[in-house]
T-cell receptor, first 116, second 113 residues
């Protein structure tokens, strides 16, 4: 399978714990995006990378959230001191640079976080 | 700030009937416009996109959408719905030249036999 891969697919944690999600994009894609989707809502933009550079961050990305893409390949999204409001599906998407401008993002299946 | 409105949360259509899903956007200039579909257990998939030119765009799986500047709308249509079309559909916009998408809240399509 050469699509966007996200792990873990499901994570249940207790409030206050830290969690980390990983995204492996399509190999030739140099842009990588993180979105969050809560029940009844569409995906909301969090941040994106071009290669290893984080080019844009949403106001939704509080200081408890940090995303990295150290070698311009896979990315991690860490949430520290989780809160119940962090419960959501975290979506990763990738695209080639041209594709990014054209809006054709290739999404993974998402990582669902439940904070108890 | 740009926004996307999908006024219908749920729509039920009989198999074989036609479909129209509504999308309205609010933005100063004409943005790039997209429709994505999310099937259960699958990632979002791009159905079609509009950048400029012909206001009727064709997409995958027999879908089409029409851009109407005067109405700030980009409605999705399909002449004959199949049971496999049951999914959630999202309209999205992006400012021209930018890659960050703003999504609507989605419309859940149910297909009845």
């Amino acid at each position: 399978d050469t699509g966007v891969s996200q792990n873990p697919r499901h994570k249940i944690t207790k409030r206050g714990q830290n969690v980390t999600f990983r995204c492996d994009p399509i190999s030739e894609h140099n842009r990588l995006y993180w979105y969050r989707q809560t029940l009844g809502q569409g995906p909301e933009f969090l941040t994106y990378f071009q290669n290893e550079a984080q080019l844009e961050k949403s106001r939704l990305l509080s200081d408890r959230f940090s995303a990295e893409r150290p070698k311009g390949s896979f990315s991690t999204l860490e949430i520290q001191r989780t809160e119940q409001g962090d419960s959501a599906m975290y979506l990763c998407a990738s695209s080639p640079v041209g594709g990014a401008v054209t809006g054709e993002l290739f999404f993974g299946e998402g990582s669902r976080l439940t904070v108890l | 700030a740009q926004s996307v409105t999908q006024p219908d949360i749920h729509i039920t259509v009989s198999e074989g009937a036609s479909l129209e899903l509504r999308c309205n956007y609010s933005y100063g200039a004409t943005p790039y416009l997209f429709w994505y579909v999310q099937s259960p257990g699958q990632g979002l998939q791009l159905l079609l996109k509009y950048f400029s030119g012909d206001t009727l765009v064709q997409g995958i799986k027999g879908f089409e959408a029409e851009f109407k500047r005067s109405q700030s709308s980009f409605n999705l249509r399909k002449p004959s719905v199949h049971w496999s079309d049951a999914a959630e559909y999202f309209c999205a916009v992006a400012p021209q030249g930018y890659s960050t998408l703003t999504f609507g809240k989605g419309t859940m399509l149910l297909v009845s036999p």
